[in-house]
């Protein structure tokens, strides 16, 4: 049995969630957890955009300014393409078509299929600028990380598939999630404060007790 079960709420067009991501992959391996991955979608339409951030223009240097702060503190910052986003030839991305490809991934592959496609989306979010609110280009991507093409589609296309999404929208309302990354330790409860990996194990290491 997994020593601890981490509810970990992201969306895919979070620049933080990306480094949270690669600490949680090395902490599941140290500490056996089992990581169980939500999708928190920030804005899920081109209207919810604008009525968070205003014009595109506005929306894409705001949040590439966050972009710059979370690159300082990344593990992996050359992984963080500003300048390719900068000059990307669309809007800054919504995150609900992603959220749809990682809950089709989970549901024809499970929790590891999810977190899997999730990275990957990250990266072609962050690291190739790619508009990941085409369901084209998720699509795509999908197919580029082997799920084989007809199957996904369907499986995306599926209104179960938005449910799930749903889903996890009315079960972060339920436990009181507001922001993404968050972290939440099932067995106390607790959530954990985003930081450097050696913070988050050292916020572990105490729950790991309690459940011993």
């Known amino acids: 049995?997994?020593?601890?079960?981490?509810?970990?709420?992201?969306?895919?067009?979070?620049?933080?969630?990306?480094n949270i991501s690669s600490r949680?992959?090395?902490?599941?391996?140290?500490?056996?957890?089992?990581?169980?991955h939500r999708t928190f979608v920030l804005q899920a339409d081109c209207t919810e955009m604008a009525a968070r951030w205003g014009t595109p223009e506005v929306a894409r240097?705001?949040?590439?300014?966050?972009?710059?702060?979370?690159?300082?503190?990344?593990?992996?910052?050359?992984?963080?393409?500003?300048?390719?986003?900068?000059?990307?030839p669309f809007d800054y991305p919504h995150g609900m078509t992603a959220a749809l490809g990682c809950k089709a991934a989970e549901r024809i592959g499970g929790q590891t299929a999810h977190w899997n496609m999730f990275d990957r989306l990250q990266h072609a979010h962050l690291g190739e600028a790619r508009n990941i609110a085409d369901p084209a280009v998720v699509l795509a991507v999908a197919r580029e990380f082997g799920f084989e093409a007809a199957a996904f589609a369907a499986t995306f296309d599926d209104p179960t598939t938005a449910r799930a999404v749903e889903a996890d929208r009315q079960h972060a309302?339920?436990?009181?999630?507001?922001?993404?990354?968050?972290?939440?330790?099932?067995?106390?409860?607790?959530?954990?404060?985003?930081?450097?990996?050696?913070?988050?194990?050292?916020?572990?290491?105490?729950?790991?007790?309690?459940?011993?």
């Not at 339920?174 to 922001?179: A, D, G, P, Y």
């Open 1 to 18: 049995m997994p020593s601890l079960t981490i509810d970990f709420f992201h969306d895919v067009v979070c620049c933080w969630c990306f």
């Open 24 to 36: 949680m992959r090395s902490l599941a391996a140290e500490f056996d957890l089992d990581i169980r």
């Open 61 to 88: 240097e705001t949040i590439l300014g966050h972009w710059s702060v979370c690159r300082e503190v990344s593990d992996y910052p050359e992984r963080i393409d500003i300048d390719a986003m900068r000059s990307a």
């Open 173 to 212: 309302r339920m436990l009181q999630v507001r922001s993404i990354p968050t972290l939440i330790v099932r067995e106390t409860g607790a959530s954990l404060v985003n930081g450097p990996r050696e913070d988050l194990a050292a916020q572990l290491r105490p729950a790991l007790r309690l459940v011993a």
